[in-house]
C-alpha cells in the first residue's frame, strides 16, 4: 500500500469492554476503584495455580479488570512514561480526593495539571487523574 498509512484506513466499529491493570495485589487495586467508582467487585478468576488471579467490576458494559502480578513494578513516575492511566471524574473533587487518601491513594509532590487535575497514586503505585465534572 504505497502511500497509505495504517491511520489512514477506516476500521471497523469496535468498543473497548474491558479494562485491564496489574498490581502486586489485584484484589486491593479492584476494591480500591470499585469503592472508588461505587461499585464491587463482582468477579474474580483464577490463576494457573487455581487461586484468585484477577478481580473485576463492571460500569456499564466495560470490565475493569486487576490482575495479581508478583513481578508488577509500579512506574517511577514522572521520570518513567506511563502506558496508560485512568482520569476519574467527581462533581466534588476535594471531598473525593480526600476520601481516597484515605483509601490508600497518595499524593505526589509533581502536580503537572495545575488547576484542571490532580494526580494521584493508587494503592500499587500507579497514577490516576481527578477532575471536576462541570
Known amino acids: 500500500m504505497t502511500g497509505t498509512s495504517s491511520h489512514s484506513l477506516k476500521p471497523s ?3 473497548i469492554v474491558c479494562h485491564a491493570m496489574w498490581a502486586q495485589d489485584g484484589r486491593e ?3 480500591f476503584y470499585a469503592a472508588a467508582l461505587g461499585t464491587e467487585v463482582s468477579q474474580t478468576f483464577p ?3 487455581g487461586n484468585d488471579a484477577a478481580f473485576a ?5 466495560a ?3 486487576f490482575y495479581t502480578s508478583a513481578s508488577f513494578v509500579a512506574p517511577n513516575w514522572p ?3 506511563l502506558p496508560f492511566h ?3 471524574m467527581f462533581d466534588d473533587v476535594a471531598s473525593a480526593e480526600k476520601q481516597l487518601l484515605q483509601m490508600g491513594a497518595t499524593k505526589p509532590a509533581h502536580q503537572p495539571g495545575g488547576r484542571r487535575w490532580t494526580v494521584l497514586l493508587d494503592p500499587s503505585g500507579q497514577p490516576f487523574c481527578l ?3 462541570s
Open 131 to 133: 477532575h471536576a465534572s
Open 86 to 88: 485512568l482520569d476519574l
Open 79 to 81: 521520570q518513567d512514561d
Open 13 to 15: 466499529a469496535g468498543k
Open 47 to 49: 490463576g494457573e495455580d
Open 29 to 31: 487495586l479492584a476494591e
Open 57 to 61: 467490576f463492571y460500569l456499564g458494559e
Open 63 to 65: 470490565m475493569y479488570l
